[in-house]
């Protein structure tokens, strides 16, 4: 059975660009904020004009991986790249956003006050589906192979590594792209309402893992307590959901980790684990 390495991860948070950006103690550094937000990017192209800035992060951290690696958008571009794509809650900004849109604001007469808010639903609704963002990181970057879409926490996002280590097994994919994004500004009302749920602060990131053919086979577990990985992610970065185990991975490779990587997650009861030996 063919094996898998992870070849590179591109990271970007709401303390800088990359690992090295990341404070020793995420909980001191925050001072108190509960959310670290991440500003939204800057890309050309008129096609990013009206996109949410989910959507805008996603395409930065693909083209963050590929600007590490030196690799060109064609070497991922076509049916031999899957895309595998989770988030716990980035499409929520855009729901509060429709939401808000919606109901409008009143302003000027009755005609013009509709206008506005039928205008604000056109523009926001096609994004509350959470397919949007894989679909925007698709279409930018050419992907035309396997994909998936998996929502929750960092549970999910084992589940995804997991998802594409079991593509590139099968030969469905010569590479596998694993993107999670993860927004909280938007709203932070929501998340201070149900803080039981969540822990701070909440850091915005975006992470893309790189994964092809390789000598380490990966073996899904359900493990009982956090791996060490898992729990340097939660100190150092902070609370990113989603984010967090491709986090870990990319802590493990900056730290040069020799032998078998464990990374593990947890969200709402369900707790899941991967290990490459």
Do not use: K
Not at 35 to 47: E, H, N, S, T, Y
């Amino acid at each position: 059975m063919t094996g898998t390495t992870v070849e590179r991860v591109a990271v970007l948070t709401g303390w800088g660009e990359g690992i090295s950006a990341l404070p020793a103690d995420a909980a001191r550094a925050a001072a108190g904020r509960p959310v670290i937000p991440i500003p939204r990017p800057d890309l050309a192209g008129d096609r990013f004009r009206r996109a949410t800035r989910e959507c805008l992060l996603g395409v930065a951290a693909v083209d963050a991986l590929l600007r590490e690696g030196g690799m060109p958008r064609d070497a991922i571009r076509g049916t031999s790249t899957a895309l595998v794509y989770v988030t716990g809650g980035a499409y929520g900004a855009s729901n509060a956003a429709f939401i808000a849109g919606s109901s409008g604001a009143p302003a000027g007469d009755a005609r013009e006050t509709r206008h506005a808010q039928a205008w604000a639903g056109a523009l926001h609704f096609p994004y509350t589906a959470p397919s949007a963002m894989a679909g925007e990181v698709a279409i930018e970057f050419g992907l035309t192979g396997q994909y998936g879409i998996l929502i929750g926490g960092a549970v999910a996002a084992i589940d995804a590594l997991w998802q594409a280590t079991r593509l590139l097994a099968a030969g469905r994919c010569t590479r596998a792209l694993v993107l999670a994004v993860e927004t909280f500004q938007e709203c932070e009302g929501l998340y201070a309402r149900g803080r039981w749920l969540v822990r701070r602060p909440l850091v915005e990131a975006a992470a893309c893992a790189l994964l092809v053919p390789g000598a380490q086979s990966a073996q899904y577990n359900v493990p009982r307590a956090p791996a060490a990985l898992e729990t340097l992610a939660l100190a150092r970065a902070g609370e990113t959901l989603a984010c967090a185990p491709l986090i870990a991975l990319a802590l493990a490779r900056d730290g040069g980790t020799i032998g078998p990587i464990s990374v593990t997650g947890e969200w709402r009861g369900r707790r899941a684990g991967l290990q490459w030996r």
